[in-house]
C-alpha cells in the first residue's frame, strides 16, 4: 500500500510539473536607444497575479500551466504592449518585445522624471510627484468612457462641474477664475461673451491626459484661481494607421422633424462664406444712415439680402463621426522624428421642447407670484465640426522639438420657435417668436516647443505659441409676431418695429483675434550626493513668459419699418403676409412697402489688446522627507480697450504690477503617503467682452448684456492642504481642503433696464471660499478568489464647497452677500469598471452636483438657481486584435435642465415654495463606433 501511494505521489508529482513545463521567456529592449536591454521592467499575465521584471540584461522567465494568456509588457514612461499567447503543454516561446520611451526611465528604482503619461498608473506617478496640488485624468482613462470631448471628461476629476456642456468650473469657481495651457502655451478665450475656454473643442482621442494644477507656483501663470488646466495633445513614438466611425441615436430627436431656415450649400464643412454674410457692396452704416428713407440705395440694400424668414422641415439624422489618423516614425540616424496627424468630422443634431417663464414679484399675502409670461420655445440645433491636428516631434541625443498644430472649424445652426403670453406687455395676444442663428468659428493653436538638456546640471526649455480665433455671426434673425388670444386661426401678424433694434432685425457680428506668447524656463540642478546616501538635488528654476493679444470686433444690424406715410390698410396687408413672402423683392420699394432702417451706432463695435510681461524665480529644496518648492512671480499685465458709451468715447488703459509668492509643501510620512500644504497669491484679470460697454440681446433668457470699462483685476490668497496615500500601483486616496480669500472679485450682476433685467458685471468687495475634497481609486484584483470580482475597478471623488461674497456697495437692492455665483455646495462624481484579459471592458461612470445660482436677483427680480441633476452613462467595448468595437449610453437618467427662482427669497429652493423658470429634456444619446488599426 505505501508504495502504491510513493507512486501515485510520484505520479501527480510528475503531471503537476509536466503541467506548468510551459514558458515564456525572451528580452525586453528599449527601442528608442538602439534596442538596449531595459532592465527592471514588468512582465505580467492579464487577469492573475503572476508576473516577473527584467534583469540588468533585460531578460525575463515565466512559468505557467498550458492554456491561452494576455501577456502584458510595461515600464513606467513607456507604452505597453499586449500580446496573446496560445501555450502548448511542454512549449518554450521565445517572445523579444521592444517597448517606446516618451522620456526618462527609471534609475535605481527612484522615479526622476517622467515625459509619456497617458496611462492611469503613470499619471498617479506624475500626481505623486508634483511639487502642487495637482488632480488629473489619462488617456487611458478617458478611452473607457463615453466622453467625446475634453469638457466631458475633465467632469470625472475632484472638484470639476460643466456648464452648457463645454465650460469648466473649479472648486465650484466660475470658469472665468481658471486658466488654460495647451502643450505648455497660453490657451486663447473662445467665447465672445466671457473669459473662459471651449472645452468641447478638443476631442479625447486627441489628448494624451489633462492635468489641473490646484496651487499656484512661481513657474505657472497667475491669473487664475480654480486652477490652471494644462491639455496635451497625443504624440506618436511608433507607426500606425486608424480608422474610427461611430454613429449616434439621441431619443426625441434622430429621425424626428427638424426644422431650419435656409443655409448655405457650405454649410456642412461648418463655414457660410456667401449665402448669410452682408454682399460686398452692401452700403456702409453711414451711407444708409445719410440717405433718405426712400431712397433707392436702401431699396437695392434690403434686396441684396436672402429672403429666408420661413423654415424648412426635415428628418434629422444619425449623429455621425468619422475619424482618420496615423503616426509615423523616422530614423535619421541619432534623429528620431514622430509625427501623428489625425482629421475628424461630425455632424451632430439636437431638438427639444422647452419651457420658459418669468415671474412678478411676490407680493405680501400672495402664496405665488403672478406670471410674467409664459412661454414654449421649441429648439433645433445642429453643429458641423472639422477637427485637424498635426503634431510632429524631433529628438536628438540631448534635444527635443515638437510643433503641435489643433484646428477646428465649427458651424453652429440654431432654430428656436417661441409661443407664449407675455401678460405684462400683451396679454390680449398669442405670441410667436423667432431666432434663427448661424454660427461660423475658426479657430487655431499652435506651439513649438523645445527642450535641450546641455549638461547633468543645465537645462533649457522654451515655446512659442500662436492661436488665432474668428468667429461670425451672419445674419441673426430675430422677429416677433401675434394674434389675438382668443383667435383660432393659425395666420399671425408680424410686429414691425418703430425704429431698427435688437428685438427685431438681422444682426452681423464678426471678431477677430490673434495672440502669441514666448516663454522660456532655465533649470539649475545642484546634485547631492554623499558617502551614506544619495540625496536628492536641488534645482533653482528662473524664466519670463510674454504674451500679447489683440481683439477687433464688429457689428451691425438692420430692421423693416414701416413709415407713417403708408395706410393703415397697407400696413396690416404687409404685416400679415406669410413669412415666406413677406420680405421678398416686390414688397420691399419706397414707395408703400418695407423700407430698411439701420440701428447700428459706434457702441456695437470696439478694439482691445491686452501686454502681459512676466518673470519668475522658483526653488526645489529637498530637506530630508521634506519637499519644499518656493518662488517668486511678478506680472505686469497692460489691457487696453478703444470703444464708445451712448455716443462718448471710452478708453481703457490699465496697467497693473503683482507680486505673487508661492510656497509649496510635501512631508513624504513613507513611500506610499504623503502631506502636501500650499500658499499661492493669485489674480484674476477681467476679459475684453467684460469692459466693452457693447449691449448684445441675448434671445434665449430675455436679457441684455453689457460690460463695465472700471473693472478692476481681482487679487485672492489661496490655502490648501491635503493627503495622499498610494496603497498599490495604480491606486490612490487622498482628502484636502482648502481656503480662499478674494479681493475685488469680478461677479455678474442683474440690473433693471427699464422693466427687463440686464446682465452686466462688478467687483464685489470681498469673496471666500472653502471647501474639502475626497478621492478614492480601488481595484478590487486579488482581493477576492471570484475572477468577476478581481476584474473590477472603482473610481470615486466628491467635494464639499461653500462660498460667500460680500458685494458692499454694489449690491444694489440685492443681498449683500450671498453665495458665489456658479458655486455648487457638493459634486460627486463615481465610476464603476470591468475589465477581462479577453479585451471586454464595460464602464459605468455618474455625476451629481448640487443646486448652484446662475443669475443674481435684486429687488425686481428673483434669484436663479440650476436644479441639481444626475447623469448616468455606460460603455461596454470589446477589442478584436485590430479591431475594437465600442457601445455608449449617454445621459441614461435623462434629468431635466431646469432653472427655478427662489420666489419666497429665503435663499433656499423647494419645489413646494419656488417656480420654475425655464425646464427641458436633451434625451438619452446611443452611440455606436467602431475603431481599426491596418
Same mark, same amino acid.
Given at each position: 500500500?505505501?508504495?502504491?501511494?510513493?507512486?501515485i505521489?510520484?505520479?501527480?508529482t510528475a503531471?503537476?510539473?509536466?503541467?506548468?513545463?510551459s514558458?515564456?521567456?525572451?528580452?525586453?529592449?528599449?527601442?528608442?536607444?538602439n534596442?538596449?536591454?531595459?532592465a527592471?521592467?514588468n512582465?505580467?499575465?492579464?487577469?492573475?497575479?503572476?508576473g516577473?521584471?527584467?534583469?540588468?540584461?533585460g531578460?525575463?522567465s515565466?512559468?505557467?500551466?498550458?492554456?491561452?494568456?494576455v501577456?502584458v509588457?510595461?515600464f513606467i514612461?513607456?507604452?505597453?504592449?499586449?500580446?496573446i499567447?496560445?501555450?502548448k503543454?511542454n512549449?518554450?516561446?521565445?517572445?523579444?518585445?521592444a517597448?517606446?520611451?516618451?522620456?526618462y526611465k527609471l534609475?535605481d528604482?527612484?522615479?526622476?522624471?517622467?515625459?509619456?503619461?497617458?496611462?492611469?498608473?503613470?499619471?498617479?506617478?506624475?500626481?505623486?510627484?508634483?511639487k502642487?496640488?495637482?488632480?488629473?485624468?489619462?488617456?487611458?482613462?478617458?478611452a473607457?468612457g463615453t466622453?467625446?470631448?475634453?469638457a466631458?471628461a475633465?467632469?470625472?476629476i475632484?472638484?470639476?462641474t460643466?456648464v452648457?456642456g463645454?465650460?469648466v468650473m473649479i472648486?465650484?469657481?466660475?470658469e472665468?477664475?481658471?486658466?488654460v495651457?495647451i502643450n505648455?502655451?497660453l490657451a486663447?478665450?473662445?467665447?465672445i =461673451?466671457?473669459?473662459? %475656454?471651449?472645452? =468641447?473643442l478638443?476631442?479625447?482621442?486627441?489628448?494624451d491626459?489633462?492635468v489641473?494644477?490646484?496651487?499656484?507656483?512661481?513657474?505657472?501663470p497667475? =491669473?487664475?484661481s480654480?486652477?490652471?488646466i494644462?491639455?496635451?495633445?497625443?504624440?506618436?513614438?511608433s507607426?500606425?494607421?486608424?480608422?474610427?466611425?461611430?454613429?449616434?441615436?439621441r431619443?426625441?430627436?434622430?429621425?424626428?422633424?427638424y426644422?431650419?431656415?435656409?443655409?448655405?450649400?457650405t454649410?456642412?464643412v461648418?463655414?457660410?462664406?456667401?449665402?448669410r454674410?452682408?454682399?460686398s457692396?452692401?452700403?456702409?452704416?453711414?451711407?444708409?444712415?445719410n440717405s433718405a428713407?426712400?431712397s433707392?440705395l436702401r431699396?437695392d440694400?434690403a434686396r441684396?439680402?436672402?429672403n429666408?424668414?420661413?423654415t424648412?422641415s426635415?428628418?434629422a439624422f444619425?449623429?455621425n463621426?468619422?475619424?482618420?489618423?496615423?503616426?509615423?516614425k523616422?530614423?535619421?540616424g541619432?534623429t528620431k522624428?514622430?509625427s501623428?496627424n489625425?482629421l475628424n468630422?461630425?455632424?451632430?443634431?439636437?431638438?427639444?421642447?422647452?419651457?420658459?417663464r418669468?415671474?412678478?414679484f411676490l407680493?405680501?399675502g400672495?402664496?405665488?407670484?403672478?406670471?410674467?409670461?409664459t412661454?414654449? =420655445?421649441m429648439?433645433y440645433q445642429?453643429?458641423?465640426r472639422?477637427?485637424?491636428?498635426?503634431n510632429?516631434s524631433?529628438k536628438?541625443?540631448k534635444?527635443?522639438?515638437?510643433f503641435?498644430n489643433?484646428?477646428?472649424?465649427?458651424g453652429?445652426n440654431?432654430?428656436?420657435?417661441?409661443?407664449?403670453?407675455? %401678460?405684462?406687455?400683451?396679454?390680449n395676444?398669442?405670441?410667436?417668436n423667432?431666432m434663427?442663428a448661424?454660427?461660423?468659428?475658426?479657430?487655431y493653436?499652435?506651439?513649438?516647443n523645445?527642450?535641450h538638456?546641455?549638461?547633468?546640471?543645465?537645462?533649457?526649455d522654451?515655446?512659442?505659441?500662436?492661436n488665432?480665433?474668428?468667429?461670425?455671426?451672419?445674419?441673426?434673425?430675430?422677429?416677433?409676431?401675434?394674434k389675438?388670444?382668443?383667435?383660432t386661426?393659425?395666420?399671425?401678424?408680424f410686429?414691425?418695429?418703430?425704429?431698427?433694434?435688437?428685438?427685431?432685425?438681422?444682426?452681423y457680428?464678426?471678431?477677430?483675434?490673434?495672440?502669441?506668447?514666448?516663454?522660456?524656463?532655465?533649470t539649475?540642478?545642484?546634485?547631492?550626493?554623499?558617502?551614506?546616501?544619495e540625496?536628492?538635488?536641488i534645482?533653482i528654476?528662473?524664466?519670463?513668459?510674454a504674451?500679447?493679444?489683440?481683439?477687433?470686433?464688429?457689428?451691425r444690424y438692420?430692421s423693416y419699418?414701416l413709415?407713417?406715410y403708408?395706410?393703415?390698410a397697407?400696413?396690416?396687408?404687409l404685416?400679415?403676409l406669410?413669412?415666406?413672402t413677406?420680405?421678398?423683392?416686390?414688397n420691399?420699394?419706397?414707395?408703400?412697402?418695407?423700407?430698411?432702417?439701420?440701428?447700428?451706432?459706434p457702441?456695437?463695435?470696439y478694439?482691445?489688446d491686452n501686454?502681459?510681461?512676466?518673470?519668475?524665480?522658483?526653488?526645489?529644496l529637498?530637506l530630508?522627507?521634506f519637499?519644499i518648492?518656493m518662488?517668486?512671480?511678478?506680472?505686469?499685465?497692460?489691457q487696453?480697450?478703444?470703444?464708445?458709451?451712448?455716443?462718448?468715447?471710452?478708453?481703457?488703459d490699465?496697467?497693473?504690477t503683482s507680486?505673487l509668492?508661492?510656497?509649496?509643501?510635501?512631508?513624504?510620512?513613507?513611500e506610499k503617503?504623503?502631506?502636501?500644504?500650499?500658499?499661492?497669491?493669485?489674480?484674476n484679470?477681467?476679459?475684453?467682452?467684460e469692459?466693452?460697454?457693447?449691449?448684445?440681446?441675448?434671445?434665449?433668457y430675455e436679457?441684455?448684456?453689457?460690460?463695465?470699462?472700471?473693472l478692476?483685476?481681482?487679487?485672492?490668497?489661496n490655502?490648501?492642504?491635503r493627503?495622499?496615500?498610494?496603497?498599490?500601483?495604480?491606486?490612490t486616496?487622498?482628502?484636502?481642503?482648502?481656503?480662499?480669500?478674494?479681493?475685488n472679485?469680478?461677479?455678474?450682476?442683474i440690473?433693471r433696464?427699464?422693466?427687463?433685467p440686464?446682465?452686466?458685471f462688478?467687483n464685489?468687495t470681498?469673496?471666500?471660499?472653502?471647501?474639502?475634497?475626497?478621492?478614492?481609486?480601488?481595484?478590487f484584483?486579488?482581493l477576492?478568489?471570484?475572477p468577476?470580482?478581481?476584474?473590477?475597478?472603482?473610481?470615486?471623488?466628491?467635494?464639499?464647497?461653500?462660498?460667500e461674497?460680500?458685494?458692499?456697495?454694489?449690491?444694489?437692492?440685492?443681498?449683500?452677500k450671498r453665495?458665489?455665483?456658479?458655486?455648487?455646495p457638493?459634486i460627486?462624481?463615481?465610476?464603476?469598471g470591468?475589465?477581462?484579459?479577453k479585451?471586454?471592458?464595460?464602464?459605468?461612470?455618474?455625476?451629481?452636483?448640487?443646486?448652484?445660482?446662475?443669475?443674481?436677483g435684486?429687488?425686481?427680480?428673483?434669484?436663479?438657481?440650476?436644479?441639481?441633476?444626475n447623469q448616468l452613462d455606460?460603455?461596454?467595448s470589446?477589442?478584436?486584435?485590430?479591431?475594437?468595437?465600442?457601445?455608449?449610453?449617454?445621459?441614461i437618467?435623462n434629468?431635466?435642465?431646469?432653472?427655478m427662482?427662489d420666489?419666497n427669497r429665503?435663499n433656499?429652493?423647494?419645489?413646494?415654495?419656488d417656480?420654475?423658470i425655464?425646464?427641458?429634456?436633451?434625451?438619452?444619446l446611443?452611440?455606436l463606433g467602431?475603431s481599426?488599426?491596418?
Amino acid at each position: 500500500m505505501k508504495q502504491k501511494l510513493l507512486f501515485i505521489t510520484i505520479l501527480f508529482t510528475a503531471f503537476s510539473f509536466a503541467q506548468t513545463k510551459s514558458v515564456i521567456k525572451g528580452k525586453i529592449t528599449d527601442k528608442d536607444m538602439n534596442n538596449a536591454p531595459l532592465a527592471f521592467a514588468n512582465v505580467s499575465v492579464k487577469g492573475s497575479s503572476n508576473g516577473v521584471t527584467t534583469n540588468e540584461k533585460g531578460e525575463y522567465s515565466i512559468s505557467l500551466p498550458s492554456g491561452e494568456y494576455v501577456v502584458v509588457f510595461s515600464f513606467i514612461g513607456y507604452e505597453t504592449i499586449e500580446k496573446i499567447i496560445d501555450l502548448k503543454p511542454n512549449q518554450t516561446i521565445e517572445l523579444n518585445v521592444a517597448l517606446g520611451s516618451g522620456g526618462y526611465k527609471l534609475d535605481d528604482v527612484v522615479i526622476k522624471s517622467v515625459k509619456k503619461r497617458n496611462t492611469e498608473t503613470a499619471i498617479l506617478t506624475e500626481i505623486k510627484e508634483a511639487k502642487q496640488v495637482v488632480s488629473a485624468i489619462s488617456a487611458e482613462q478617458m478611452a473607457k468612457g463615453t466622453d467625446g470631448n475634453a469638457a466631458q471628461a475633465i467632469q470625472r476629476i475632484p472638484g470639476i462641474t460643466i456648464v452648457d456642456g463645454k465650460f469648466v468650473m473649479i472648486r465650484g469657481l466660475s470658469e472665468r477664475y481658471n486658466n488654460v495651457l495647451i502643450n505648455g502655451s497660453l490657451a486663447p478665450s473662445t467665447e465672445i =461673451d466671457k473669459r473662459t %475656454f471651449s472645452f =468641447d473643442l478638443v476631442p479625447t482621442g486627441l489628448l494624451d491626459k489633462m492635468v489641473i494644477y490646484k496651487t499656484g507656483s512661481a513657474d505657472k501663470p497667475g =491669473d487664475f484661481s480654480g486652477g490652471i488646466i494644462s491639455l496635451n495633445t497625443i504624440e506618436s513614438t511608433s507607426d500606425f494607421t486608424k480608422f474610427d466611425i461611430s454613429f449616434g441615436y439621441r431619443s426625441k430627436t434622430t429621425f424626428n422633424d427638424y426644422l431650419q431656415s435656409e443655409g448655405s450649400n457650405t454649410d456642412f464643412v461648418g463655414i457660410d462664406n456667401s449665402f448669410r454674410p452682408l454682399p460686398s457692396s452692401f452700403p456702409t452704416t453711414s451711407q444708409l444712415n445719410n440717405s433718405a428713407a426712400t431712397s433707392q440705395l436702401r431699396v437695392d440694400a434690403a434686396r441684396s439680402l436672402p429672403n429666408n424668414f420661413d423654415t424648412n422641415s426635415s428628418n434629422a439624422f444619425l449623429d455621425n463621426s468619422t475619424g482618420f489618423s496615423l503616426g509615423r516614425k523616422i530614423n535619421l540616424g541619432n534623429t528620431k522624428i514622430f509625427s501623428v496627424n489625425a482629421l475628424n468630422y461630425s455632424t451632430s443634431y439636437q431638438s427639444f421642447s422647452r419651457s420658459f417663464r418669468r415671474y412678478n414679484f411676490l407680493n405680501a399675502g400672495e402664496t405665488r407670484p403672478t406670471d410674467w409670461f409664459t412661454f414654449n =420655445d421649441m429648439n433645433y440645433q445642429q453643429e458641423v465640426r472639422i477637427t485637424a491636428l498635426s503634431n510632429w516631434s524631433l529628438k536628438t541625443a540631448k534635444s527635443k522639438f515638437t510643433f503641435k498644430n489643433l484646428f477646428n472649424q465649427i458651424g453652429e445652426n440654431e432654430t428656436t420657435i417661441r409661443q407664449g403670453i407675455n %401678460f405684462n406687455q400683451q396679454a390680449n395676444n398669442t405670441l410667436k417668436n423667432y431666432m434663427y442663428a448661424y454660427k461660423s468659428r475658426s479657430i487655431y493653436m499652435g506651439q513649438l516647443n523645445g527642450d535641450h538638456n546641455l549638461n547633468s546640471n543645465n537645462n533649457i526649455d522654451w515655446v512659442v505659441g500662436y492661436n488665432y480665433i474668428r468667429e461670425n455671426e451672419p445674419d441673426l434673425r430675430r422677429f416677433r409676431t401675434f394674434k389675438d388670444v382668443n383667435s383660432t386661426s393659425d395666420n399671425y401678424t408680424f410686429q414691425d418695429p418703430s425704429s431698427s433694434n435688437l428685438f427685431s432685425g438681422r444682426y452681423y457680428g464678426n471678431l477677430r483675434e490673434f495672440s502669441a506668447n514666448n516663454g522660456v524656463n532655465y533649470t539649475y540642478t545642484i546634485n547631492r550626493d554623499s558617502e551614506t546616501e544619495e540625496r536628492s538635488p536641488i534645482k533653482i528654476k528662473a524664466g519670463y513668459l510674454a504674451d500679447y493679444k489683440f481683439r477687433i470686433f464688429k457689428s451691425r444690424y438692420v430692421s423693416y419699418v414701416l413709415k407713417d406715410y403708408l395706410t393703415s390698410a397697407r400696413k396690416d396687408e404687409l404685416r400679415n403676409l406669410p413669412l415666406s413672402t413677406i420680405f421678398s423683392n416686390e414688397n420691399i420699394n419706397n414707395q408703400n412697402g418695407w423700407v430698411l432702417e439701420e440701428g447700428t451706432k459706434p457702441d456695437d463695435s470696439y478694439k482691445a489688446d491686452n501686454t502681459l510681461l512676466s518673470g519668475y524665480i522658483n526653488t526645489e529644496l529637498p530637506l530630508g522627507k521634506f519637499d519644499i518648492n518656493m518662488g517668486v512671480r511678478i506680472e505686469n499685465n497692460t489691457q487696453k480697450l478703444r470703444a464708445f458709451s451712448n455716443g462718448n468715447p471710452v478708453n481703457v488703459d490699465n496697467p497693473v504690477t503683482s507680486i505673487l509668492p508661492s510656497l509649496n509643501i510635501g512631508y513624504n510620512i513613507n513611500e506610499k503617503s504623503l502631506v502636501r500644504a500650499a500658499y499661492s497669491r493669485t489674480v484674476n484679470r477681467p476679459e475684453f467682452r467684460e469692459i466693452a460697454p457693447f449691449l448684445f440681446y441675448d434671445f434665449e433668457y430675455e436679457v441684455l448684456k453689457f460690460g463695465n470699462a472700471d473693472l478692476k483685476v481681482a487679487t485672492i490668497d489661496n490655502i490648501d492642504f491635503r493627503y495622499e496615500w498610494y496603497p498599490s500601483k495604480g491606486e490612490t486616496v487622498s482628502f484636502g481642503g482648502f481656503y480662499k480669500k478674494f479681493t475685488n472679485p469680478i461677479e455678474q450682476i442683474i440690473q433693471r433696464t427699464a422693466e427687463d433685467p440686464s446682465f452686466n458685471f462688478k467687483n464685489a468687495t470681498s469673496a471666500v471660499n472653502y471647501g474639502a475634497e475626497l478621492e478614492i481609486k480601488k481595484s478590487f484584483k486579488d482581493l477576492t478568489n471570484i475572477p468577476i470580482l478581481n476584474r473590477l475597478s472603482i473610481n470615486i471623488n466628491a467635494s464639499y464647497i461653500f462660498s460667500e461674497v460680500d458685494l458692499g456697495a454694489a449690491a444694489q437692492s440685492q443681498d449683500s452677500k450671498r453665495a458665489l455665483q456658479g458655486q455648487s455646495p457638493y459634486i460627486i462624481n463615481g465610476a464603476l469598471g470591468y475589465e477581462d484579459e479577453k479585451g471586454l471592458g464595460i464602464n459605468l461612470i455618474y455625476n451629481r452636483f448640487g443646486n448652484r445660482i446662475f443669475s443674481v436677483g435684486d429687488d425686481a427680480f428673483n434669484t436663479y438657481y440650476e436644479i441639481e441633476r444626475n447623469q448616468l452613462d455606460a460603455t461596454i467595448s470589446k477589442k478584436f486584435k485590430k479591431l475594437k468595437v465600442k457601445l455608449g449610453l449617454q445621459n441614461i437618467l435623462n434629468d431635466p435642465f431646469k432653472l427655478m427662482e427662489d420666489s419666497n427669497r429665503d435663499n433656499k429652493i423647494s419645489k413646494a415654495n419656488d417656480n420654475v423658470i425655464s425646464s427641458f429634456k436633451r434625451g438619452s444619446l446611443y452611440t455606436l463606433g467602431f475603431s481599426y488599426n491596418l
